[in-house]
């Protein structure tokens, strides 16, 4: 027996539950497989008997959860023929398009927000090699502008609306469930566009042998077994950056906005969608204000030594309150998903401790003295 165990990617993992074919040439770049870290000081902080993990998509090589469904869009995009991708982004899936385009030596169109994307996305998306279109506009502007000139140029778009695009972000909660060996009680995740929420939706329904949903999105050629490897599906929880919180208004939003650059999203595109996993899940919507999504950021790396970026934070400030509240009852297993790296948004991040670097001569007394005023 081989004791080769090389991990290839999450397409070869889960290859029979996903829709490729025995020739298909994957495009690849080692994404999924990603930690589902258990947190202890933060649980024993609020004093709430809570077990309580991270699935930490930072962890992905472009640094967000965008990789598992690009592995497959692209994958798929190649195998049809299609010579470039476009998508509109506020910043991960430009990051992500970008990165298996030049897997797969295709060119990559990205079309971004003007001045509203973090450092480090813009920095990828460029030296990945992809065309870069800042337009004055917004993410929505930009997601209309995609759908419309789709249809004059061969061009396969891979935002979400592209169904293989949730057909690879589904693995993430084949893992989490393999991870556990069960199914969390609550799965709690940052909502944008909405993708992310309906794609662990269709995962965890076809671990649950429940997969109707599963079957429409790939058009009836997947080759996922029915049977079921779990017992049940978790209750589904969405937050929302208040400022770009249309599932909160119960409508479209025109003019978002939030510190959580990722998440500046007005018009969901997975809107129907998510309201069926609300609703099938037995779940909610709720929002976060930019102070709470920082200070969930903050409390993280401060207190875990978990990094993640704003948008990400948010699923962990809207479960920290549900918990607190008892919403979401002590003795639960909860899952909340760190989509993106915080090292995206560096600006950000220093910007939250702006006046706590020490400045002093370079002499041992002078370090001496900050070290000994600092020790706790
Ligand atoms: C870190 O990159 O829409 O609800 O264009 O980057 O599936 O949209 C990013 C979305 C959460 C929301 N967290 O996920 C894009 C983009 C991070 C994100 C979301 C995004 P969806």
Not at 357 to 365: P, S
Request: negative net charge.
């Amino acid at each position: 027996m081989s004791t080769v165990s090389r991990y290839t990617g999450l397409i070869e993992h889960y290859r029979d539950r996903l829709p490729v074919s025995d020739d298909t040439r994957i495009i690849s770049i080692g994404e999924g497989n990603t930690p589902l870290v258990r947190l202890e000081n933060i649980p024993r902080e609020i004093g709430k008997d809570i077990d309580l993990y991270i699935k930490y998509e930072g962890l992905n090589p472009t640094g967000s959860f965008k990789d598992r469904g690009m592995t497959m869009a692209v994958t798929r995009a190649m195998e049809e023929g299609s010579r470039a991708v476009l998508c509109a982004s506020t910043g991960n899936t430009s990051a992500a398009a970008a990165a298996y385009a030049a897997r797969a030596g295709m060119t990559a169109f990205v079309i971004i927000p003007e001045g509203m994307i973090a450092l480090g996305k813009l920095a990828q998306a460029m030296i990945h090699g992809a065309v870069v279109i800042q337009i004055r506009g917004n993410f929505d502007d930009g997601m209309r502008l995609v759908k419309e000139v789709a249809e004059h140029a061969p061009v396969t778009i891979v935002n979400s609306i592209n169904p293989y695009r949730l057909q690879g972000q589904k693995t993430a909660a084949f893992e989490i469930v393999d991870a556990l060996g069960r199914t969390p009680d609550f799965h709690c995740l940052p909502v944008g566009n909405a993708g992310n929420i309906t794609a662990h939706w269709i995962g965890y329904s076809e671990y649950a042998g429940m997969s109707t949903q599963a079957c429409a999105f790939c058009g009836g050629d997947c080759k996922h077994p029915c049977a079921a490897v779990s017992d049940k599906r978790p209750v589904m929880v969405g937050y929302q950056a208040s400022g770009a919180a249309p599932f909160l208004r119960g409508e479209m939003v025109d003019h978002p906005d939030t510190v959580a650059t990722a998440i500046r999203i007005g018009h969901p595109q997975s809107w129907d969608q998510a309201w069926k996993v609300r609703e099938e899940s037995g779940g909610w919507f709720d929002e976060c204000t930019d102070e709470e999504i920082l200070a969930a950021q903050k409390l993280l790396t401060s207190k875990e030594g978990i990094f993640c970026e704003p948008a990400s934070a948010t699923s962990v400030a809207g479960a920290l309150r549900d918990i607190k509240a008892g919403k979401i009852p002590e003795g639960s297993c909860v899952v909340c998903t760190l989509t993106g790296h915080g090292l995206k948004d560096p600006d950000t991040a220093i910007k939250q401790c702006e006046g706590d670097m020490l400045t002093v001569d370079a002499e041992l007394d002078a370090v001496k003295k900050a070290i000994l005023d600092n020790l706790a």
